[in-house]
């Protein structure tokens, strides 16, 4: 028995012993899986941190760059937006400075900004500005050029914008020829002493000159009244206005068929040939202006220069240029004389245009709306 026994606990004995033995073998091979699996995470997180590394530094390096860009590029936006700004104000005032007649602006904005004043002279002209609005269909306002020319400029940018043709008269006569009658035929040697507005005494090259005005104003005149398109008309307006020096040419023409116009009627005077009209005769009993010449001197002379013209001198080149002007002033008003027709005798199929003052030396461009 005892030996059975002992038989049998040796059996058991190495069945433990290969139990373990197998268990053992089993916890081996467990460890070294496990030990592989944690080498391979290890490895893998390794090489996700390097990666991630050089992707960071990567996406470091971009934003870094990004923000450079951007923060580049706001500056230079700035700076061509502060680059514009300037450009557009100069190019703005430069276009303000060359048009010698501006755009239109609203009459009663105009009146509120030129006469804000609480003083008894500004609301006596913002009363006048409100009653040219309400009562006369004057709804806007060019504002023209304040110089001695000025007068001249508002009759003229009208009379070329609204396609007025050549007056009767100069349609039968040539005006080129006119310095060369003037000079030769009726002997009136003293043009010589005829002054271009603010330039001086020219001598002898007088004739010349004048022939050279008179070539811009029937050349530039001729065109613009042939162009049937207002707005190629406007734009061809626009485009001469903005040209001092041609500007000033067409003035002189004009100054000088005023003096031509008086020469005519102070000869039919003293001859007797025919009546003059009425407004020659107010022209001559001016002491200043009794003949032809001391007109010249006293009054033709400092046009563009040191003067500008009379009412007397406004009839005229009304009825040389065969328009009726009708002038609002404004400082007259509540009086007969707020509004006043150059000449006041016109004939009916003359071609009408409007100027609005306010001391009778500076003159506006009044637009009627109905």
Not at 42 to 67: I, Y
Request: aromatic residues 12%.
């Amino acid at each position: 028995m005892q030996r059975r026994h002992d038989r049998n606990w040796s059996k058991s004995g190495d069945q433990f012993t290969e139990q373990e033995k197998r268990s053992r073998i089993n916890h081996s091979k467990r460890s070294a899986g496990s030990h592989e699996v944690q080498s391979w995470t290890r490895a893998t997180k390794q090489s996700l941190c390097l990666v991630w590394q050089k992707v960071k530094l990567q996406l470091m390096l971009s934003m870094s760059f990004l923000v450079a860009v951007f923060w580049y590029c706001r500056r230079l936006y700035s700076f061509l937006a502060q680059l514009l700004k300037r450009w557009s104000s100069y190019l703005q005032r430069k276009l303000i400075k060359n048009h010698s007649v501006l755009e239109e602006v609203d009459l009663l904005t105009y009146s509120a900004r030129e006469w804000r004043e609480e003083t008894k002279q500004a609301k006596h002209m913002r009363e006048a500005y409100s009653e040219l609005f309400q009562n006369y269909h004057i709804k806007y306002l060019r504002q023209v050029r304040k110089d001695n020319y000025c007068i001249l400029r508002a009759v003229l940018f009208q009379i070329f914008s609204q396609g007025i043709p050549f007056p009767s008269w100069m349609r039968e006569r040539d005006i080129l020829k006119l310095p060369e009658k003037l000079l030769y035929s009726q002997g009136c040697n003293w043009i010589q002493q005829y002054s271009f507005g603010p330039e001086s005494y020219t001598g002898p090259n007088a004739f010349g000159k004048l022939r050279k005005c008179m070539e811009t104003l029937k050349t530039n005149w001729a065109e613009i009244s042939g162009t049937k398109d207002n707005e190629k008309r406007r734009n061809m307006c626009n485009a001469l206005f903005s040209d001092e020096s041609k500007e000033h040419k067409l003035y002189e023409a004009i100054k000088f068929i005023m003096l031509y116009e008086v020469v005519e009627a102070y000869e039919q005077m003293k001859n007797r040939d025919e009546p003059i009209p009425h407004l020659f005769r107010r022209l001559f009993a001016r002491d200043t202006s009794s003949d032809p010449l001391s007109f010249m001197m006293n009054h033709l002379n400092a046009i563009g220069d040191s003067g500008c013209l009379d009412q007397v001198e406004l009839f005229l080149l009304g009825y040389l240029l065969e328009v009726k002007i009708k002038v609002y002033r404004l400082h007259r008003f509540k009086s007969e004389e707020f509004q006043v027709n150059c000449p006041d005798e016109y004939r009916r199929e003359w071609n009408e245009i409007s100027l609005l003052t306010e001391d009778d030396h500076y003159y506006h461009i009044p637009v009627i709306r109905t």
